[in-house]
């Protein structure tokens, strides 16, 4: 009879940790709780990211923080093997800087910087139309305001919460980004 027990207790403890898992892996961060469309026009849901860490920046083509992808290209070739990814968010709401469509700020992204991070398709990042996703950035307790200007930062942890925003002139390899980055990516979850 005790070996009964035994299997059986042994099984229970079994389900509960595979229910556990299931609930967990189901789980997603606030920040990654949008479908956003890539820049070539398919629908992701943000979800995807889950278990990354990602560095979300609303971007432009002719503005004067422009050569910032530079910086965000490189994040993304030192730290995707570990489970960085850089999310690009074209927007139009600062000296209508991106004034392009989605095909042109690809091409003007692939030729200028070759860009292989995530792009996604043009969002309004303020005011009247604010894109969901931008909503949420801007009122989340800990990094609340409006944007400032193009090529603001969020990081957000493996979980999708909101760790750390960054001023425009922050450069994506100034220290206190690597540092936030590094320590992201060092958490165990």
Known sequence: MSKIVASFIALSVCCVALV????????VGPALDFKMKTIKGDEVDL???????????????KCGLTPQYEGLEDLHEKYADRGLAVLGFPANEFGKQEPGTDGEIADFCKAKYDVKFDMFSKVVVKGDGQCDLYKYLTTEPKHAGEIK?????????????????????????????????????????
């Open 20 to 27: 556990a898992n299931v609930q967990g892996a189901e789980k």
């Open 149 to 189: 200007w193009n090529f603001e930062k969020f990081l957000v942890d493996r979980d999708g919460n909101v760790v750390a925003r960054f001023a425009p002139t922050v450069k994506p390899d100034a220290p206190e980004v690597i540092k936030a980055i590094e320590t992201a990516l060092g958490e165990k979850k």
């Open 47 to 61: 979800s995807k990211y889950q278990g990354k860490v990602v560095l979300m920046v609303n971007v432009a083509s």
